[in-house]
């Protein structure tokens, strides 16, 4: 089995175990980021669902307190260089540091409503990675 597809079943496996209240939200954020770009791919890295091109670039936070996040950050190397200067019409775009972000939202219908602008999040994002 190739690796993608051998983490993608990981990925399946960990879902089809995961007992939480935001599920299917969950669910949908896994397609929205896959269908973001062609390049990304999925796998379990830091015990969640994470997302990747060349490196680690996006990691869900299944422990947020309301809803379901998104944390992006650059891989677990620290780099020298800045992070990204991204454009967020939306404003749901935090800041945790200079190389990572998070972004929250309440459930699926919030994440549905949010896609366009998380997917060109995401496409800049990765550009920095």
Same mark, same amino acid.
């Given at each position: +089995?190739?690796?993608?597809?051998? *983490?993608? %079943? #990981?990925?399946?496996?960990? +879902?089809? %175990?995961?007992?939480? %209240?935001?599920?299917?939200?969950? *669910? @949908?954020?896994? &397609?929205? +980021? ?6 990304? !791919?999925?796998?379990?890295? /830091? ?6 091109? =060349? *490196? /680690? ?5 299944? =422990? ?14 620290? =780099? !020298? ?5 991204? *454009? ?5 775009? =935090?800041?945790?540091? &200079?190389?990572?972000? &998070? ?5 699926? #219908?919030?994440?549905? %409503?949010?896609?366009?602008?998380? &997917? @060109?999040?995401?496409?800049? /994002?990765?550009?920095?990675?």
């Amino acid at each position: +089995m190739p690796a993608a597809q051998h *983490e993608r %079943a #990981a990925v399946d496996a960990f +879902m089809a %175990a995961l007992e939480h %209240a935001h599920k299917p939200a969950i *669910e @949908a954020l896994r &397609q929205a +980021m896959l269908a973001a770009d062609a390049s990304i !791919s999925e796998g379990i890295k /830091w015990n969640a669902p994470s997302f990747r091109t =060349r *490196e /680690w670039f996006a990691t869900t936070h299944l =422990r947020a307190k309301l809803g379901l996040g998104l944390i992006l950050h650059r891989g677990a190397k620290v =780099r !020298s260089s800045p992070g990204p200067q991204l *454009e967020d019409p939306t404003g749901r775009l =935090r800041w945790l540091g &200079q190389d990572r972000a &998070q972004l929250l939202y309440a459930d699926a #219908a919030d994440l549905r %409503a949010g896609t366009p602008a998380l &997917q @060109a999040l995401v496409r800049d /994002w990765i550009k920095s990675v």
